[in-house]
């Protein structure tokens, strides 16, 4: 998996052996790797300034949160209870929502490091989670057809 933050340049990349690496585009600028473990990393995202990444293992069922200039890692937390499938940093930074084979949707808090709230509306595996530009909304798709709008003020889907 990978994600391109366009305004700062930076690629990052999830591989299968549990390394993830981050280059400087256009002039491929190979900045770090690390391993985090021998499971593939399925799922990247850069949050919105690109201070953060987000790591997600399938088989840990995990997020990593990692603080690429310092060589942080600011959160790592199991939560779900079948593969991770999908990630996705807030606009504002300060959460990140993740998705599951469980057909449930997390958000973490970058603060305290816990999961605040768990959607359970979807009856399938997650496919994608994406938060709209203005942050107050968090699109999720699934295998069981549906597509779900949650409120991220009242914590809720949007009927």
Known sequence: S???H???GLLAVGFTSGTFAIWELPSCNHLQSIRL???PLTSVNIN???EWIAI???KLQQVTVWEWQSENNILQQQGHFRDLTCLAHSRDGQSVATGSEDGKVK???MSSGFAFVSFKEHKDRIVSCKFAKGGQILFTASMDGTVRAYDMFRYRNFR
């Open 2 to 4: 990978c994600d391109l």
């Open 6 to 8: 366009a305004n700062s």
């Open 37 to 39: 473990g021998q499971h």
């Open 48 to 50: 919105p300034t690109g």
């Open 56 to 58: 997600g293992s399938a």
């Open 107 to 109: 958000l973490w808090n």
